[in-house]
């Protein structure tokens, strides 16, 4: 850090094991294959990384008239076998296709050539059944989730059911974090970093391991000009979610309004008129719509509604709501608001940890976590989280309470055979 200001570095290529077997598995078939994710969550990193290692050519589309956007790509993909200009991406498709085989293309943010010719997917649709060589990969990828399952998956796109496999790249977890940092696993502050910028890999880059947390939230938030001021008006202007209503959305879920009848209580609004908009922004990942577990949405209403990415996350939490005084707080205050904020992402770290693991709730009470117990096929694990290291005896307080508040609740008197567990900052190492 300098003069308040964090400076971007490039951080060594880490996990993504998976998606690189995926990526392996695809080029021996051919035939086409789908990236999506949202925006910085390493989608453009991985794909140059296995390019690199196994040969390829690759684009990245720019928003920009049609002439201009096929010859970016006509100059990214390297030669052809003619020197012909084409002028459509009838022209183009067809000079690929004549390319000696096997070869594999990349086309990255995809939804930006769409937007500009709508007949790019059927003409598409056509090359892929007709003229693509037999063991040659077409890529496709893009950040917007909402554009990307509407040519993939509505079944009445012209792309639908034509990729071999649909590959979703997934924010990165904590341990992959630390690793990619160089931050310990097991120190606290290590994880209110995370908390501050989620599994985002572009986050990480502005991560100095000889900072702390505060240094971190000052400089990546409320510094001059930060890194992070419009980041959530990026997000939603890639998903082609318009008007100030979802930003009014996402300020009344970053500050505690979860009930739908909450938020539109805030917003003057009748909560009929935000449903869309709460689809919307669930089908784009930026909410997260939780039921009470064990219950389904076609028999509750009970419906919670969070903001998904720990950054994103903070945003509207915490930098939305304190960015004109946090210059005047204390150090313990930004402290505690950071603390504050990683213990709504510890839950989530420890939820993912169980699989079918989720909260539950109803009148006067709440459970952190319960999931199906792994070790026991037809009990529960019911846990109590806790952001900060419990001493023996505060553990056995906690647990003592948790057996009474599943005593209380309804899903308790059902009979469920129940694991208790206490779940404090200890359980950073566990995996």
């Known amino acids: 850090m300098f003069g308040g200001t964090l400076w971007s570095i490039v951080l060594r290529f880490v996990n993504r094991a998976a998606e690189l077997r995926e990526l392996d598995t695809a080029a021996r078939r051919g035939g086409l294959l789908v990236v999506f994710g949202r925006r910085r969550v390493g989608k453009t990193r991985l794909l140059r990384h296995w390019l690199d290692r196994h040969g390829g050519s690759y684009s990245q589309a720019i928003e920009a008239p049609l002439d201009i956007q096929l010859q970016q790509v006509r100059s990214d993909i390297g030669p052809l076998p003619s020197e012909i200009t084409p002028k459509t991406w009838g022209e183009l498709l067809e000079l690929v296709a004549r390319r000696p085989p096997p070869w594999t293309l990349c086309l990255d943010e995809f939804p930006y050539l769409t937007e500009v010719d709508r007949s790019l997917p059927s003409r598409l649709q056509r090359w892929l059944d007709h003229e693509l060589p037999p063991g040659c990969l077409l890529v496709l990828s893009g950040s917007s989730m909402r554009m990307m399952h509407a040519q993939f998956l509505d079944r009445s796109a012209p792309l ?63 510094g001059f000009a930060p890194f992070m001021e419009f980041e959530p008006q990026r997000l939603l202007r890639d998903e082609q979610i318009n008007g100030a209503s979802a930003l009014a959305v996402l300020e009344a879920v970053g500050r505690g309004a979860h009930r739908p009848s909450e938020v539109a209580a805030r917003l003057g609004v009748p909560q009929t008129n935000l449903s869309r908009l709460f689809a919307q922004l669930v089908d784009a990942s930026i909410l997260a719509r939780e039921l009470p577990w064990g219950e389904s949405s076609r028999t509750t209403k009970r419906v919670l509604y969070r903001v998904a990415d720990p950054a994103t996350r903070f945003w509207f939490g915490v930098y939305s709501a304190h960015r004109s005084r946090w210059p005047s707080y204390p150090v313990a205050l930004r402290r505690r608001l950071i603390h504050e904020h990683a213990s709504t992402v510890f839950e989530d770290h420890c939820r993912a940890r169980l699989p079918g693991a989720q909260r539950y709730w109803e009148a006067g009470l709440e459970l952190d976590l319960v999931a199906p117990d792994p070790e026991d096929g037809g009990g529960l694990v019911v846990a109590e989280v806790k952001w900060r290291r419990l001493s023996a005896s505060e553990r056995k307080t906690v647990a003592a309470q948790l057996r009474e508040k599943w005593s209380r609740s309804t899903i308790g008197g059902r009979g469920h055979k129940a694991r208790f567990v206490v779940l404090d900052a200890t359980s950073l190492t566990e995996k």
């Open 160 to 222: 639908f059911g034509r990729a071999g496999k649909l590959l979703r790249v997934e924010p990165m977890d904590y341990r992959a974090f630390c690793s990619a940092c160089g931050l310990a696993v097991d120190e606290m502050d290590s994880f209110e970093q995370f908390a501050c910028v989620g599994g985002v890999p572009k986050y990480w880059e502005f991560i100095d391991s000889s900072n702390d947390v505060v240094g971190l939230a000052d400089a990546l938030y409320f």
